[in-house]
């Protein structure tokens, strides 16, 4: 996974712990101490200082000195931990597999667990503002939520993405409380995926093929 803070400045990491820094656009780049063996599955900055990572077995990692030294969070799961979210330095989620959704409001110091009332792997995390957000993924299925009150409460919804089957979704980005995107496995022989765009906040969906 990368992450760009600035049009030079950005971070990828990876399996075993991995983070790369660069402060020249890519052209050369600085390994940072993760401090974990763990693979490293989402990172975001929130500024150039500070940033988070969640992976494998419940790891979530900050930083307040743009990624000289990392500090474990205590998540309170053991669940693989897949994509995060901060929609400011205090308010967070992060999702993972078996329908894990963790909320913080004190910059990841503590961790509470949201239930939407399903059992199955979440892949992706996107907040609109601080209460309108969206989590994506599925187990055989497309899964889709949707919460309009900062986590309280998830709302199922069952999207019609034009597949032969229902495919798990990957990756979700909205840019404001109508207009979004989701990103999906594919089911046709002569593509490798879908990506779907909802106009009506995830109540209909157009969905286009991206070809091998």
């Known amino acids: 996974a990368t992450f760009f803070m600035f049009y ?3 971070w990828i990491i990876g399996s075993n712990g991995f983070i790369k820094n660069t402060t020249n656009t890519g052209l050369d780049w600085v390994e940072q101490n993760s401090g974990t063996t763990l693979t490293l599955k989402a990172i975001q900055f929130i500024n150039q200082n500070t940033g988070w990572i969640c992976g494998e077995a419940g790891l979530i990692i900050k930083t307040t000195d743009g990624g000289q ?14 994509d995060l979210f901060f929609y400011d330095l205090n308010i967070g989620y992060v999702v993972g597999l078996n329908e894990t959704i963790l909320k913080t409001t004190n910059g990841g110091i503590n961790w ?28 055989d299925s497309s899964d889709f939520l949707k919460t309009m009150d900062g986590g309280l409460t998830w709302e199922k ?5 034009g597949a032969i089957n229902s495919p798990v979704i990957n990756c979700v980005e909205f840019i404001d409380a109508n207009v979004g995107w989701v990103g999906s496995e594919g089911q046709f022989l002569n593509h490798s995926g879908n990506i779907s765009k ?15």
């Open 8 to 10: 030079n400045t950005g």
């Open 69 to 82: 030294s990392w500090a474990e969070m205590l998540s309170g799961t053991s669940e693989l931990l897949t």
């Open 112 to 139: 509470v667990t949201q239930k939407s009332g399903s059992a199955y792997d979440l892949y992706s995390v996107d907040f609109i503002d601080s209460l309108l957000g969206y989590a994506v993924g599925g187990r």
């Open 157 to 161: 919804k069952t999207l019609a993405l």
């Open 198 to 212: 909802t106009t009506d906040g995830g109540e209909t969906w157009s969905s286009y093929s991206l070809n091998r």
